[in-house]
């Protein structure tokens, strides 16, 4: 069975640009969720989503948004890019929410210059 | 507030030796799940092992079982016989109803 993957691996922008990441989770998995993980924060929840409704949403500001398709590919979405936004986002797919295990994909680093 | 304390940065361990790598958190909840995910230099995230909060009996998977301490909301991880392809940063995760929260993270080096 296939894994999580991400588009794109690698991403350079400058700032004030915004950025589409994509997540096609494990095949039969309709819960997706979005961390970023930086040297400074560490690992940090952006959202989680399920049957293309978000369950849950982190700390972040607005400028941070995601959703999923009723295939349960998920795209997230960055606008007005910031230099603190470069981190690695990591995506994971679970069988469901709750405590289901989640698998993680490959992650997408994202450079803002 | 930190919910997922990790308090070694840094550990290291002789090939064939066992570690134990720590972890506390920090819950009012009765139902959860906790984690161990292994993050090699290629960035993914691989899981270790899981545990359910309600099951009393540590899990274990082949060279990988966990001392899961529920009164004491302690759940360490202990890797026998260690190989050189366990070098990684180890993350314990917590998972209540809700978002998944991780630890800062423990820098396990193998020395052959």
């Known amino acids: 069975k296939a894994g999580v993957t991400q588009t794109p691996r690698y991403l350079i922008k400058t700032r004030g640009q915004q950025v589409t990441l994509s997540c096609s989770p494990i095949?039969?998995?309709?819960?997706v969720s979005w961390y970023q993980q930086t040297p400074g924060q560490g690992l940090q929840f952006l959202f989680e989503?399920?049957?293309?409704?978000?369950?849950n949403k982190g700390n972040f500001p607005g400028r941070f948004s995601g959703r999923q398709f009723s295939n349960s590919r998920s795209e997230m979405n960055v606008s007005t890019l910031e230099l603190g936004d470069s981190a690695l986002y990591l995506c994971?797919?679970?069988?469901?929410?709750?405590?289901?295990?989640?698998?993680f994909g490959p992650g997408t680093r994202l450079l803002v210059l | 507030a930190q919910t997922v304390t990790q308090s070694q940065p840094e550990m290291s361990v002789q090939e064939a030796e066992t570690v134990t790598l720590s972890c506390t958190y920090d819950?009012?909840?009765?139902?959860?799940?906790l984690f161990w995910y292994k993050q090699p230099p290629s960035r993914q995230m691989i899981l270790v092992i899981r545990?359910?909060?309600?099951?009393?009996q540590n899990a274990t998977e082949n060279r990988f079982s966990v001392n899961f301490q529920k009164a004491a909301k302690s759940f360490s991880l202990k890797i026998s016989d260690s190989q050189l392809g366990d070098a990684a940063m180890y993350f314990c995760?917590?998972?209540?109803?809700?978002?998944?929260?991780f630890g800062a993270g423990t820098r396990l080096t193998v020395k052959p």
């Open positions: 994971a797919s679970a069988r469901g929410p709750g405590g289901e295990t989640q698998y």
């Open positions: 995760a917590y998972r209540p109803p809700g978002d998944m929260r």
């Open positions: 095949s039969g998995h309709r819960s």
């Open positions: 545990q359910e909060a309600y099951k009393q």
């Open positions: 819950t009012s909840e009765s139902d959860y799940y």
């Open positions: 989503y399920f049957s293309e409704t978000q369950r």
